[in-house]
């Protein structure tokens, strides 16, 4: 019987050390799942911040396309009314050249109306009539050439604003 109980005592003793790896184990791994599950949600709440960080800067860059379309919308808008006033111009230039010089330009066939080279800014100008027009047309125009937007021009904003405070002495003056 002392043998049986030697074999049963090493047996438990076996049994025992057993338990106490697959405790330690299990704690170990409970230890290493909770570690990963902890390194997860720090990774998780790192991809939200650059979800939040992407999303404000696509937002960001949407409202920037947006306000330079709008900037160009108007300046194209403004420079077809300007071509389209130029066009009514040089016309009314040609006309009064021809009836001016008479027979000498009926001579010379079709011969061009020449524009001047140099276009100035006070083509922008045109059509202006009265301050409130004077000052509306301004303010649109800084808008596109203000040297903070993508567009804008320094030294035809330079332009612009003596244009404008030539004009608006002259119209000022004729009150």
Do not use: C
Not at 44 to 71: N, V, Y
Not at 92 to 115: F, I, L, P, T, V
């Amino acid at each position: 019987m002392g043998q049986a109980y030697v074999a049963t005592e090493e047996a438990f003793r076996i049994v025992s050390e057993w338990r106490l790896q697959k405790t330690v184990g299990r704690g170990t791994n409970e230890l290493v799942v909770s570690e990963e599950r902890d390194e997860l949600k720090r990774q998780q709440q790192l991809l939200e911040q650059e979800r939040q960080e992407f999303l404000r800067a696509k937002s960001f860059e949407e409202k920037r396309l947006a306000r330079e379309k709008r900037i160009f919308d108007m300046e194209w808008k403004m420079l077809e009314e300007e071509w389209r006033r130029l066009a009514v111009e040089k016309e009314r230039m040609g006309y009064k050249q021809s009836s001016a010089h008479g027979a000498r330009d009926n001579d010379s066939g079709n011969a061009e109306r020449a524009m001047p080279s140099d276009v100035t800014v006070s083509v922008f100008f045109s059509g202006v009539k009265n301050l409130r027009t004077l000052r509306k047309r301004y303010r649109d125009l800084i808008k596109i050439f203000h040297p903070d937007n993508v567009s804008g021009d320094t030294g035809v904003l330079q332009k612009i604003n003596e244009e404008y405070e030539t004009l608006k002495r002259k119209i000022e003056r004729n009150r």
